[in-house]
């Protein structure tokens, strides 16, 4: 008899960190209570009950004194807010994939549409969810359930739907199709964890291509029997909470035998039931290591192989994994990062895990895939980072219609182009075989979106914090100039964007900041003002050195001549710039020894004369200038 033990078999990631909470308090000496039986398994509840740990039903039921586990299933907002009321201790180990889920339904609620849920009523899990939600809810098991309700009052409804974890994954598969066909504008989620995902697609595996198939798990555990519910449409499924369960008679006619579990089963109760099925094998010489070396054998789409590199080519990778078969990885099945080389990335002798992609048995060949695998186990990483809100690294690959594609962990990533950056309009091809810091904001199975822009604003709020905790009048900045207007440009100083008025970008008169800067300069500036109330900064970007004032007073004494331009006239003179930023008056009793009754029979806009300082009043900023005086020097 052939064993397969299917390698998702057992504890799930969120029943795994309720059962080592529990164990850390009780093993901390803590008095422990929690809210209904931890897990559906009866053996690991009552290994905890053995350590001390209480099982506790309703509120009501727990003792004094006591802190509280919430189970992984989650509980209703209403129980929260009991607990608090009686001041217990609580330590929350819903799983983050549920607690996505109250999420989803809380905002439901807000927005006033109909909560859907796929699951089974009675189930705590869905009850939680159902508790979540302050607006109008409805709990299907299967597609016949959805298709009775769905009046024609109900489908032009606002509608939010999501999944019970553990859901079977073809019902639901039924019932989005039906939703999306017949409803309006429905909001669909894709709430069944990767974890179920998984183990229900192996069991599927499994079930067609063995005689039997063994599912443990607690009788009363939902995931279990879906697994059940999946494996029994393809081949004889025995369901066993213990190995006690077993005979020798159930393996009478079978040959190859799989083997998998429920979410909430531990390790050692599989392990339990591996032995005794061992003890029925009929070739008495065949050990139990053996069998399940053997059973690691027979290779399948999908299936988790490790393998040992045997050759290196620009365009595959040659592998050894242990059966008749020999492996091949091709380059595009390695990266999904075009620049990366075969012979660089990977060398002779080099363990790998990989996942089966086909199988050619005429051939003698199995097509492997590395990213595929890695893609697995980032799916799961991906899932907790965003739950926590986790900075991951992202290589960009390509800018699309609406955004940016990249990949985190061998998983791709859409980042849409409201999320690619702090401004709108940005060139976003720019960011294109860069490696970009982002945070994942959405992640339903397949369905992964990320968001530079999650990143950016943290940084820039923690530096728009440490800029005003340092900021004062004068001191000075390099900056970089993001925006031009007609009044101003506006200068990111470090977090903070601050404004130089168009009179301080030059002692000169200018008609638009693009007359001295663009978009991208780097400038130095300094803090004119400071508005820490509204959180307005005024920069100033002329410099002292520069000023013509000084240098009219520093370098041209009374006396001076300068060849200049007329810039203007009027009726009682004409004005000529005798350095940038300062125009002089030649008064029209100026201009000429003989009587001048009109400016502009003499002087005209764009006219070089000759013209001498005779007087200035630097308070008032103004300049005497006269052509006549020269006249006069000249005789």
């Not at 007329?566 to 009682?572: D, R």
Request: hydrophobic share 40%; aromatic share 6%.
């Amino acid at each position: 008899m052939e064993i397969i033990r299917a390698k998702t078999a057992g504890f799930c990631f969120g029943v795994d960190r309720a059962v080592k909470l529990t164990d850390q308090l009780a093993d901390a000496g803590k008095k422990v209570a929690t809210l209904g039986p931890l897990i559906h398994n009866p053996q690991c509840v009552a290994r905890l009950e053995a350590k001390g740990v209480v099982t506790a039903n309703s509120i009501d039921q727990l003792p004094g004194g006591y802190e509280v586990v919430i189970r992984s299933h989650g509980v209703d907002s209403a129980t929260y807010r009991l607990l608090a009321q009686r001041g217990f201790t609580v330590h929350d180990a819903t799983c983050p994939f549920v607690a996505k889920i109250h999420r989803i339904a809380q905002k439901a609620g807000q927005e006033g549409a109909l909560l859907l849920v796929a699951g089974d009523k009675t189930h705590p899990e869905v009850e939680g969810i159902v508790g979540s939600t302050t607006g109008e809810v409805f709990v299907f098991a299967d597609l016949d359930e959805l298709e009775a309700f769905s009046t024609p009052q109900i489908i032009t409804k606002p509608v939010f739907c999501v999944a019970q974890t553990t859901f079977q994954v073809t019902k639901w598969a039924k019932c989005v199709k039906f939703l999306k066909k017949v409803y309006t504008n429905p909001k669909v989620f894709d709430t069944i964890c990767n974890a179920t995902w998984a183990r229900q697609q192996e069991t599927e595996e499994l079930s067609r291509r063995c005689d039997l198939v063994v599912v443990i798990g607690g009788h009363s555990s939902s995931n279990t029997q879906k697994l059940v519910a999946v494996a029994s449409a393809n081949c004889k499924t025995l369901a066993v909470e213990t190995a006690a369960e077993l005979s020798g008679e159930d393996f009478a006619a079978a040959r190859c035998v799989g083997v998998t579990a429920g979410a909430s089963t531990p390790s050692s109760i599989i392990e339990e039931v591996l032995n005794k099925m061992s003890e029925t094998v009929q070739n008495e010489e065949l050990s139990f290591a053996e069998m399940i070396e053997q059973s690691m054998k027979p290779v399948f789409n999908g299936k988790i192989v490790t393998g040992v590199v045997t050759a290196v080519s620009p365009s595959e990778v040659t592998v050894d994994i242990g059966t008749k078969q020999t492996g091949f990885i091709a380059a595009s099945e390695w990266s999904d990062d075009p620049s990366v080389k075969l012979e660089d990335a990977v060398k002779k002798g080099d363990e790998l895990e990989l996942v089966v992609i086909k199988v050619n048995d005429q051939e003698g060949t199995v097509a492997l895939s590395k990213k595929r695998f890695e893609a697995r186990a980032g799916a799961e990483e991906l899932e907790k980072a965003a739950e926590e809100g986790t900075v991951l690294e992202c290589n960009i690959t390509e800018a699309v219609k609406g955004g940016l594609v990249g990949f985190v962990k061998s998983v791709k990533v859409f980042i849409p182009a409201s999320q690619a950056s702090l401004r709108r309009g940005e060139d976003l091809t720019q960011l294109v075989k860069t490696k970009q810091d982002i945070k994942i904001i959405e992640c339903s199975g397949r369905r992964v979106i990320g968001s530079i822009r999650a990143v950016l604003a943290e940084k820039a709020a923690a530096a728009k914090e440490a800029f005003w905790a340092e900021a004062e009048v004068g001191k000075h900045y390099n900056g970089v100039v993001k925006n031009l207007t007609d009044y101003g440009a506006f200068v990111d100083i470090g977090g903070v964007d601050g404004l130089v008025h168009i009179s301080e970008l030059s002692w000169d008169r200018i008609k638009h900041p693009s007359e001295v800067l663009k978009v991208g300069d780097e400038v130095e500036v300094y803090i004119k003002s400071l508005d820490t109330e509204n959180q307005k900064v005024s920069l100033g970007y002329k410099k002292a050195e520069d000023n013509p004032w000084e240098r009219l007073k520093n370098e041209y004494p009374i006396g001076s001549v300068f060849h200049a331009p007329v810039v203007s006239t009027t009726k009682f003179g004409a004005f000529v710039r005798i350095l940038p930023g300062i125009d002089g008056l030649v008064h029209i009793s100026e201009i000429s020894r003989e009587r001048v009754e009109k400016v502009t029979d003499v002087l005209n806009v764009g006219d070089e004369v000759d013209v001498k300082l005779i007087e200035v009043d630097f308070d008032k900023r103004r300049v005497g200038l006269s052509m006549k005086a020269l006249q006069e020097d000249a005789e």
